[in-house]
Structures are given as structure tokens and as C-alpha cells.
């Protein structure tokens, strides 16, 4: 891939993802304390698919400080550490095991939920006040982890892009 398609990309695809952060940010949702589908994930699995691992690593924060912008820096902190804990996963999972994308999504998706579980706690100054949320907050990445999995598969079904097999150069 030539680099300036990959810059061009990688683009268009932070603006996706800060969109669909910020969309999921306004519209209501009938999920428990405050859990969001995580639309954005999509677009950062997309990213170290089928362009690379630095590209999602930039679209992951860069995304975290489009929040700092318009959400806060509480908003902020959280994205990112649940962004970053989860994209390290994901990397792991996709080079490392056979694993489907639905799998890797839910592995990322709960991960995203414990790293912001770590970060409310180091916050709040309790992480056992916010571990307390655990149970429901994985159950919740669970079921949003399959959605976006399923939709980013059927994503990578219409592209005509191979996998990255080699993500690390």
C-alpha cells in the first residue's frame, strides 16, 4: 500500500471514528450505566487489518483526544485507556491466534470495559468501588463485542484487500 493511500485512509478513517464516537455519545441508548455499542472499534480493527498497527495506535489516540475536545478530560482518560488496553489485545489476538473477528472484537470489547474499570478506579481513588460494575460492564462487552464483530466481518467480507499478515514492520 502506497503511503500516501495509507495516509489518506487512515484519514478518512479517524474522521469515521471520532463521528461514531461522538454520535454514540448523544444518542441515548437502553444500556446499563452509561455503555455504548462501540462503533468506533470497528473502524480501529479495520485499521490494523488492512493497513497496519500504527495507523489503528493513531486512530485510537487521536480519537481519545478528539473526546478530550468535546466531552472532557475524564471522557478522555477513559477512552484512551480503555482504546489502548483494548487495540493491544486485539493485535495480540489477530497475529498471535486464529481467532474470528467476532472473538477478537468481544476480547477487545471487554478489555476497552476493563480499562476503563482501572481508570474510574484510579480516579475515583477506589478501584473496588469500580470494579463493582465488572460483572455488568463484561457482560455488556460481551454482547456489543459480537454486534461490532459481526458487523466489521461482514465489512472485510466486501473489500477486496487481503488481511495484514504482517502488522509490525
Do not use: W
Not at 503511503?3 to 471514528?17: D, F, H, N
Not at 470494579?131 to 455488568?136: E, G, K, Q
Amino acid at each position: 500500500m502506497k503511503k500516501t493511500y495509507r495516509i489518506a485512509l487512515s484519514g478518512i478513517l479517524l474522521a469515521l471514528a471520532c463521528t461514531l464516537s461522538y454520535i454514540e455519545s448523544i444518542v441515548p441508548l437502553p444500556l446499563p450505566l452509561g455503555a455504548k455499542p462501540g462503533l468506533a472499534g470497528i473502524v480501529v480493527m479495520f485499521a490494523f487489518m488492512k493497513i497496519d498497527f500504527p495507523s489503528a495506535a493513531t486512530i485510537t489516540v487521536l480519537k481519545s483526544a478528539f473526546v478530550l475536545l468535546t466531552r472532557g478530560f475524564t471522557a478522555s482518560i477513559m477512552s484512551a485507556s480503555g482504546g489502548i488496553l483494548s487495540l493491544a489485545v486485539m493485535l495480540m489476538l489477530f497475529r498471535f491466534t486464529k481467532s474470528s473477528t467476532v472473538m477478537i472484537s468481544v476480547c477487545g470489547a471487554v478489555t476497552h470495559n476493563i480499562g476503563q474499570i482501572i481508570a474510574a478506579g484510579l480516579i475515583m481513588g477506589s478501584l473496588s468501588s469500580a470494579a463493582t460494575y465488572s460483572p455488568i460492564l463484561i457482560i455488556a462487552g460481551c454482547l456489543t463485542g459480537s454486534l461490532t464483530g459481526f458487523l466489521l466481518s461482514l465489512i472485510l467480507k466486501s473489500c477486496r484487500v487481503p488481511l495484514k499478515t504482517h502488522l509490525i514492520k
